[in-house]
């Protein structure tokens, strides 16, 4: 039954399973997970159709924000066009009735949080983000500044800095948030690309303190598949290929939980491989700017194979010890057994079980899927040898908005 079922049938209020456009990437994760077709978009927002949702609840773990978790007491259902206007969802009464639909949702929330980890929640201190303030059918224009190598040449990693500039149109950007572009061109069916997303890598006042830009971490996805053939990345080989002076639809910026808290006492411990080292760098660069005097300290755990194919290498050399303590980690050393982050964490196991118990520490992850068991693992082992339950303070971390975890 669904929403307009139930209202229907004589019920005074109904649950209406709704889509927060100030959290939602724009990803389409729900729209192509949703097995009815209840869940459709345009230019501005992704919304749910009360007259299709039957509440299988199936979008509401692959979501990687949470966005899609949000539910409302409505005596009329809010239409497609309704949601399609909105910019934030419309405030929630102050009691909810607690009836057979409102216990069955609870529980299998509650479930799909027990896999997903629960939902985000940006640090208390962060800025507050604006959010899609450029949509797909007023895109902001940007050109192409700059856009360089930041792997060795040798290597069969490519990845890439590009600096977006946008002239004179503000496009106001938080260290955390992403920015979404769509290649141009159509795919296998005819239809055009979907919208891609990348961090932004650059601190909120631009590449260098003051410009109207911003950059993007980039890495040339070219897999060579078991038949021998080299499946490329439509998005990635794109930009990675833009020269200087090239234009682009630039569309957000999105993102409102995976953000730098604003305190000098933070410790923010960034854990990361290849192209999740962007959000990192971003941070690195406001703590820099913003901060140099401040007494919560940045670590990072950063991986790659080797150091020729570690980001930023280079420039990451010259970064003070004493603005950012820094283990670079490799998988692939000749001659070296394999070192993950993971186990250099556990290295510095003492430095980071004294950082847990902190109400000032926070914890961000970022980096291929694959990361999370091993940090999940390793920092269940230090909690435990201080005696801490880790799953007990990861959820007060979570809730507080001092943990953060994106992966792909």
């Not at 990687?64 to 007491?73: A, E, Q, V």
Request: glycine share 8%; net charge negative; aromatic share 6%.
């Amino acid at each position: 039954m669904t929403a307009t079922d139930t209202l229907a049938a004589g019920a005074a209020q109904a649950k209406q399973h709704v889509i927060d456009p100030e959290v939602c990437i724009r990803c389409n994760t729900c729209e192509a997970t949703c097995p009815v077709g209840a869940v459709t978009h345009d230019a501005n927002n992704y919304v749910v159709d009360p007259s299709i949702c039957n509440y299988c609840m199936d979008c509401i773990a692959p979501c990687p924000t949470g966005s899609i978790d949000h539910w409302l007491t409505v005596a009329t259902p809010f239409t497609l066009e309704d949601q399609f206007g909105w910019t934030e969802l419309p405030p929630e009464p102050a009691q909810e009735p607690a009836d057979a639909l409102d216990a069955e949702a609870a529980a299998l929330i509650a479930d799909a949080h027990a896999r997903a980890g629960g939902r985000a929640t940006a640090p208390a201190s962060a800025a507050k983000p604006r959010i899609n303030v450029f949509n797909r059918a007023e895109p902001a224009r940007a050109t192409v500044a700059g856009n360089y190598r930041i792997t060795a040449a040798d290597t069969d990693s490519d990845v890439r800095h590009l600096i977006l500039d946008f002239g004179a149109v503000p496009f106001p950007v938080l260290e955390g948030q992403s920015i979404g572009v769509t290649p141009p061109g159509t795919d296998s069916n005819g239809r055009p690309h979907a919208m891609r997303l990348y961090s932004v890598c650059s601190a909120r006042d631009g590449e260098k303190p003051g410009a109207n830009n911003l950059a993007l971490t980039v890495k040339r996805v070219a897999e060579r598949q078991p038949d021998g053939s080299v499946f490329r990345g439509v998005a990635s080989n794109w930009l990675c290929d833009l020269p200087r002076g090239a234009t682009l639809d630039v569309v957000g910026p999105f993102g409102a939980t995976f953000l730098m808290p604003d305190d000098p006492q933070a410790d923010i411990i960034m854990i990361c491989t290849g192209t999740g080292s962007a959000p990192f760098r971003a941070f690195t660069e406001r703590r820099r700017r913003a901060m140099p005097w401040a007494s919560g300290r940045l670590y990072l755990f950063f991986g790659a194979r080797t150091p020729q194919e570690l980001p930023y290498f280079g420039p990451l050399q010259k970064v003070p010890d004493k603005l950012l303590d820094k283990e670079l980690v490799y998988s692939r050393l000749p001659d070296a057994p394999r070192e993950y982050v993971q186990d250099r964490m556990l290295t510095r196991a003492t430095d980071l079980a004294a950082l847990l118990p902190r109400a000032t520490t926070h914890i961000y992850v970022c980096g291929l899927r694959g990361l999370e068991d091993g940090v999940e693992a390793v920092l269940t082992e230090i909690a435990a040898a201080q005696g801490i339950d880790w799953q007990a303070l990861r959820a007060a971390m979570l809730a507080d908005g001092r943990l953060h975890v994106e992966t792909y």
